[in-house]
């Protein structure tokens, strides 16, 4: 079963002579493990995308099934309780880390679990552990002040991925870093989405971070206008 599957999913503000067509139609299923880039320019709708399937922009038209679970169908469906969705089943990666400045790394992974009602002894040996396989065992205690951008990026990884979500969406994840460090970044997201078996997107604007990926979306003026899977590439 696919993690996310997304038909026709459409979003508009304003209308008549005011109407802006911010994303129209995007049809597309991602499948476990899988890694997927939205590549496109600022203002060409990638963010609402993201924003859309991440129940943070209530969609015009359209379906979104995650996970099994039908999420959008032509809006939120009555009765939809967001914040579990969002909480049990989507892990966010944003441009800025937005780590907790006065809680050390673990205790910023740790807060992800306990939020979904994990125990606190629980959630730091959970969290101890995720910290180690992404090579941060040495900064289980250090403030956010302490890390470098890199460690800070992968801390924000861990918090996501806290959870075990079925679907990652990360938001310019390496507009902060420099190349040498954006690109580890982009590896360890392809090394976790295979061995979580997790459904990762990851919106950017540069062409450089998206070796590697199983595909890429090109998104312009708010439509999927080209799709890439393994170098190659077909009009959509």
Known sequence: MDALQIEKLTKIYGSGDTEVVALSDATFDVAPGELVAILGPSGSGKTTLLTTIGLVTEPTRGRVVLDGELIVDH??????????????????????????????????????????????????????????SLGLGHRLDHYPALLSGGESQRTAIARALANRPRVILADEPTAALDTENGKNVMRLLKKLAVENHSAILVVTHDQRMVEGFDRIFEVSDGRIVNERRNGISADA
């Open 75 to 132: 809006g939120w469906p009555a009765g939809l309780d967001l914040k579990r969705v969002r909480r049990e089943k989507l892990g966010f990666i944003f441009q800025a880390h937005n780590l907790i400045p006065f809680l050390t790394t673990v205790e910023n992974v740790m807060i992800a679990l306990e939020n979904n009602g994990v125990a606190a002894k629980e959630a730091r040996e959970r969290s101890v552990e995720l910290l180690r």
